[in-house]
Nanobody, 125 residues
Framework: QVQLVASGGGSVQAGGSLRLSCAAS????????MGWFRQAPGKEREAVAA????????YYVDSVKGRFTISQDNAKNTLYLQMNNLKPEDTAMYYC??????????????????WGQGTQVTVSS
């Protein structure tokens, strides 16, 4: 089991930037698909981005490609999500997530093993 603590959310205007962090502890961090999901009120939880802890291969949902960057610092067991050129439609609660093994189903929240608490991102127009 991995314990995840997310931070870095906030309120920004459209076009602004935020960086989310997620500190992981507990089980061995070396073979996980680490990701970010988000959920807006009244909408389903959706995958935003993922990265594998061994290969560092990254995955993004189309709506954030070119604007968001997922990265990791394995020495610190910390996951990041740099969000640039934010849009009002990015407003949501953001959750970091850990899935043991590969990123084959990184986009599907049902396969996530461990969740962090959410951090709110609000983008105003």
């Amino acid at each position: 089991q991995v314990q995840l603590v997310a931070s870095g959310g906030g309120s920004v205007q459209a076009g602004g930037s935020l960086r989310l962090s997620c500190a992981a502890s507990g089980s061995t961090y070396s073979n996980y698909c680490m990701g970010w999901f988000r959920q807006a009120p009244g909408k389903e939880r959706e995958a935003v981005a993922a990265i594998h802890t061994r290969s560092s291969t990254t995955y993004y949902v189309d709506s954030v490609k070119g604007r968001f960057t997922i990265s990791q610092d394995n020495a610190k067991n910390t996951l990041y999500l740099q969000m640039n050129n934010l849009k009002p439609e990015d407003t949501a609660m953001y959750y970091c997530a850990a899935t043991a093994g590969t990123c084959t189903r990184w986009y599907n929240w049902q396969f996530v093993n461990d969740w962090g608490q959410g951090t709110q991102v609000t983008v105003s127009s």
